[in-house]
Each structure stands twice: as structure tokens, then as C-alpha cells.
């Protein structure tokens, strides 16, 4: 099968199942905060989030190593050197889980009273190292299949999580409603989705058929491309997590809870970016390993064009209607953080750009330029939290984080160009944001003159604007239907 036949069929199974993995993702936020306080909605996630960040060493970045690796050792038939791989990062990773959630439980006593400021911290905390520990273990088997490119079971492991967490907090929160019943919830369903798809994976590989061994040589190899990948994980994450973390020391836990629902809201917008470079990042390791450069080359432009061209309607549009989003979902207790929302959504954008860019580099094995640049941006978005969340909460939270965004970004872009030829489409992103503005203008001049609820009012608003936008990049040419045609025929093997 081509490359371009199994990236587009990569890309349709994970674009597809993602969307309705991260369609049971926000309705699993949903039945969080309507079933919990705001006040413990906001400790449940700043607890998550604590321990997320911390966990970043968890493995070494050994998982995106199999990643990087499992594809070239296939290549070479050297599939002694994938069982030993796989070994080595599960051993690493309990290692390193098993340190960590050792200190978080010492400590936990002192940062429920000093940092959480919360009796509850304590024990919830231990509940999170579990989590963490099963957590960690399901990580390293859904990354295993993603190395081997079977983005089916991949994508459904996504799915089958959120489906499950769905169902069981809805059933533990009918017997109890409180942060207990939710935490437990995670912990039985990931348990759950090991024990379904354990059996999977040695169907897509008889581990038992190869011989192994804890080499020096292999540990080293994997330690040096998953080190700058977990450094480069702190620095995403401190973009996307700090904010909550020094809103948890600044400000009160219902400014938490409201940053966690629009945080996701927002988020939500990524799953197109976050699909693209599930699947392309074996597919560039392979490739970068073949030599077939010139295949990047064509396809990135490409990447850029088409993931803009979609990410922006979809971003002006949830902005348009940030309030009534929020509301429809959370609940009026949440509509305060529309402003904010709406600050993140633009940083949807670049934060959708930087995805693809950092996950090429990362394929052709320089991950530790995106390292640098996203240690970078993290340390310009902490200092910025320090210095707006005290006085602007929530709203200098979403600004920083759009700063950052647009940083990593562009400085990733740049740096791409030293490897490969990396062409910029500036014109047709142009003309894309023209036809967006002219969108959202026509949404709000719509808005204006409709009489209805608010509700029907946001669908006809939405068709019309978006039906306006399909136009005009039909018009400008954006879209090329009779290239659209071809990949599609190529997809299907005509």
C-alpha cells in the first residue's frame, strides 16, 4: 500500500473515532461538573492536573521512543530488538512511577494543606497514584499498537476509555455524588480497557516467537530520544497545565472549576491536529529511515493548507457562540468563563500548527529542537501566569496561554525549515482568515435580526456562515475538489 493510501486511511480511523472519543470525553466533563460542586469540580482537576505534570517523568519518554523505533527495527526485520525494546520501557516505567508515587504520598499531607489548601487532597491524592500507576500501563500498550501503525485499535482504545468512564461515573454517581465516586470511576476503567486489550496485542505481534535482552546499548539508544521528548512533554504541558496550577495557589477553586470546563471546551477543537500527528508520526519515522525526504516535503504544505483551513470556521464558530456553549453544557454557574474561552480558542489555532510541525521533527528524530522551543514557550507562559492570573484570573490564564502558543509555533516552523524544505502556503492562509472574518460577521449580523431561541437560532447561524465560508474558499480556490476527488478515489482504490 502506498504511503499516501495509508496516511489517508491512518488519518479517516483516527479522525473518525477521535471524534467520538473526544464527543465522550466532553460529555464525561459534563456529568463532572453537573454532578459535583464547582468548588470540588476545580479540586478534582487541579488534582488531576498536579499529578499530570509531575508524572511527565513517568517512563522517560520511553513510549514515544517505541514510537520512533518500532518502525525502523521493522524495517530491518530486527524484531528481537522490538520485544527488548518494549521490555525496557515497561521496566522504566514502573521505575520511574514507582519513585514518583512515592514522594507524592509522603508529601501529600503538606501540599493538602499548603498548596490545595484542602483536608480532602490527602487522601485523594493516594487514589491518584493509583490512577497513575494503571494510567502509565495503558500508555505504554496503546502507544505499542500506534508504533505499528494499527491506528484501528489505537483510536479504539481512545473510544472504549471514554465510553466506559462515561457509563461508570454515570452508575457510581446514582449511588454517591461526590469526588470519591469520580475518582474511583477512572481507576476501574482503566484497569477495564488493559485487561480487553491486552489480547490484542499479541495478535499484532508474537512477542512469545522473539527472543529479548536488557541491552546497554538499546536502553541508551531509546534513554537519548525519550529524555528531550519528556523534557519537551514539560514544556507542553506547562503551557497547558500551569495555568490551572497557579490558579490553584492564586485564586479560589471555583475559578478552577470554571477554567476546567473551558479549557477542554476549547480543547476540543485540537482533535483534528492531535489525529493528524497520531498518524503521521510513525509513518515520518518510516520514512525519514527510507530516506524518502521528498514525501515530506510534498505532503507538509499540504497538511498546512487543509488542517488551517478547517481548524479556523470551527474555532470562529464555538467563539461566536462561547456563552451559550457553556451554558447549554455546564450549567450558568460556567458562563463566566466565556471571555476566557474565547481567548483560547485562537490559541487553538497555532496550538493545532505547532502539532503537526513538532511531530515531524520528532519522526525525523530531532525532538530536541521542539524540546527547546517548547522549554521556551512553558517558561514564557509561567512567567506571564505570575504576573496576570493574580490580578486577571481566569482571563490572564487563556492570554498567556495564547502567547505561548503562537511562540512554539512559529519558532518550530522555522526550525523545520533546516531539514526540509518546508513550504509556508502565507497566501492561502490569508485568504482562508478572510473568509472567516467574513463568516463570523455574518454570524453575528444574523444573531442580531433573528428572533427565536437561542438554540435555533445558533444552528441557522451556523449554517449559513458555515455554507458563506464553504463558498469562498471554493471561490478563492483553497480547495481543490477535482484533488479532493483523487485522494478520495485513491483511498478506495480506484
Known amino acids: 500500500m502506498s504511503y499516501t493510501k495509508r496516511a489517508l486511511k491512518g488519518f479517516v480511523i483516527v479522525f473518525v473515532i477521535n471524534i467520538l472519543a473526544a464527543f465522550l470525553g466532553y460529555l464525561i466533563r459534563i456529568v463532572l461538573a453537573r454532578n459535583l460542586s464547582i468548588a470540588e469540580y476545580g479540586l478534582f482537576f487541579s488534582i488531576f492536573t498536579f499529578v499530570s505534570l509531575i508524572g511527565i517523568f513517568n517512563g522517560l519518554g520511553m513510549g514515544e521512543a517505541l514510537v ?3 518502525p525502523e527495527f521493522l524495517v530491518k526485520k530486527k524484531h528481537d530488538k522490538i520485544k527488548s525494546a518494549v521490555i525496557i520501557a515497561l521496566l522504566v516505567t514502573l521505575a520511574t512511577v514507582f519513585v514518583i508515587g512515592i514522594l507524592l504520598l509522603i508529601f501529600s499531607d503538606f501540599l493538602a494543606k499548603h498548596y490545595f489548601k484542602n483536608s480532602l487532597a490527602a487522601p485523594l491524592l493516594l487514589l491518584f497514584v493509583i490512577i497513575m500507576l494503571i494510567s502509565n500501563l495503558k500508555g505504554i500498550l496503546r502507544v505499542i499498537f500506534q508504533a505499528f501503525q494499527n491506528m484501528k485499535i489505537y483510536s479504539l482504545m481512545y473510544l472504549a476509555e471514554n465510553f466506559a468512564l462515561l457509563l ?13 465516586s469520580a475518582t ?12 480487553i486489550f491486552l489480547p490484542l496485542l499479541f495478535k499484532v505481534f508474537n512477542f512469545f516467537k522473539h527472543k529479548a535482552s536488557v541491552e546497554k546499548e538499546l536502553f541508551n539508544k531509546l534513554l537519548r530520544f525519550g529524555i528531550p521528548v519528556t523534557i519537551a512533554g514539560i514544556g507542553g504541558l506547562i503551557i497547558v497545565y500551569t495555568d490551572t496550577l497557579v490558579l490553584t495557589y492564586f485564586r479560589s477553586m471555583e475559578e478552577v472549576g470554571i477554567y476546567n470546563v473551558v479549557v477542554p471546551t476549547a480543547m476540543i477543537l485540537q482533535f483534528f491536529a492531535t489525529s493528524i500527528a497520531a498518524v503521521i508520526f510513525p509513518m515520518v519515522a518510516e520514512l525519514w529511515a527510507r530516506k524518502k525526504k521528498q514525501y515530506l516535503e510534498l505532503g507538509l504544505k499540504m497538511l498546512y493548507q487543509y488542517s488551517f483551513a478547517i481548524i479556523l470556521p470551527a474555532v470562529l464558530v464555538v467563539l461566536a457562540f462561547s456563552e451559550t456553549v457553556l451554558r447549554l453544557m455546564f450549567g450558568e454557574g460556567y458562563v463566566g468563563g466565556a471571555f476566557a474561552m474565547q481567548i483560547l480558542l485562537l490559541g487553538i489555532i497555532f496550538l493545532g500548527l505547532h502539532s503537526i510541525t513538532s511531530t515531524i521533527l520528532g519522526g525525523i528524530g530531532q525532538p530536541a529542537i521542539s524540546t527547546k522551543i517548547l522549554i521556551q514557550g512553558a517558561a514564557l507562559n509561567f512567567l506571564l501566569n505570575l504576573l496576570f492570573i493574580p490580578r486577571l484570573g481566569i482571563i490572564g490564564a487563556a492570554l498567556t496561554s495564547l502567547i505561548a502558543y503562537f511562540y512554539v509555533a512559529i519558532m518550530c516552523i522555522l526550525k523545520l525549515r533546516h531539514f526540509i524544505k518546508v513550504q509556508i502556503p502565507w497566501l492561502n492562509w490569508l485568504k482562508i482568515a478572510f473568509a472567516g472574518i467574513l463568516m463570523l460577521g455574518i454570524i453575528f449580523a444574523l444573531k442580531s435580526v433573528l428572533v427565536l431561541n437561542t438554540y435555533s437560532e445558533a444552528v441557522i447561524c451556523v449554517i449559513l456562515g458555515g455554507l458563506f465560508y464553504l463558498c469562498m474558499i471554493m471561490m478563492m480556490r483553497i480547495v481543490d475538489l477535482r484533488e479532493i476527488k483523487s485522494l478520495v478515489a485513491h483511498i478506495l482504490g480506484k
Open 68 to 70: 520512533r523505533y518500532i
Open 168 to 180: 461508570i461515573l454515570l452508575a457510581f454517581f446514582a449511588f454517591q455524588k461526590n469526588i470519591f
Open 184 to 195: 474511583t470511576a477512572y481507576i476501574v476503567v482503566y484497569a477495564l480497557i488493559i485487561l
